[in-house]
């Protein structure tokens, strides 16, 4: 059960940044490539809503990451699988290791999803020459 939390933490959170990161993308796209003054696309609802799933994602991702690390508390880098526990026996020290690692890199991808959403509402998307 460890294992797949620590995967989740690790490598969810990437993953959601990398999906709203380009659904933002796309989105500016779909915006500033209509014709004519008025655009049917409701972007800034769009990208809040975006903004929105994405952090609540990759809380969800820490989260995961943070039940693993609070699991394996006091576990050191090099401790092996622990005896008496059924199987799998999960090596306490890389999941420790993982977990950690996985919360810094959430935080970081929180922060860039977050600041990504605000930049694409207070910025001008669109400029004619």
């Not at 690790?10 to 999906?19: K, Y």
């Not at 014709?35 to 903004?51: C, K, M, Q, S, V």
């Not at 880098?77 to 890389?94: I, N």
Request: proline share 5%.
């Amino acid at each position: 059960m460890l294992n797949r939390l620590q995967w989740v933490g690790l490598i969810a959170g990437a993953v959601v940044f990398a999906a709203a990161h380009l659904a933002g993308f796309w989105l500016t796209q779909a915006k500033c490539g209509q014709p004519g003054p008025e655009r049917d696309l409701r972007f800034d609802a769009a990208i809040i809503a975006l903004t929105t799933v994405g952090c609540l994602a990759i809380l969800g991702s820490a989260a995961a990451a943070a039940i693993v690390f609070r699991s394996t508390r006091g576990a050191e880098p090099g401790d092996g699988p622990v005896e008496g526990r059924e199987r799998p026996l999960e090596p306490f020290g890389r999941l420790q290791f993982f977990s950690a690692a996985a919360l810094a890199a959430n935080a970081i991808f929180f922060m860039i999803v977050l600041l990504n959403g605000i930049g694409a509402i207070f910025n001008v998307a669109c400029r004619t020459a």
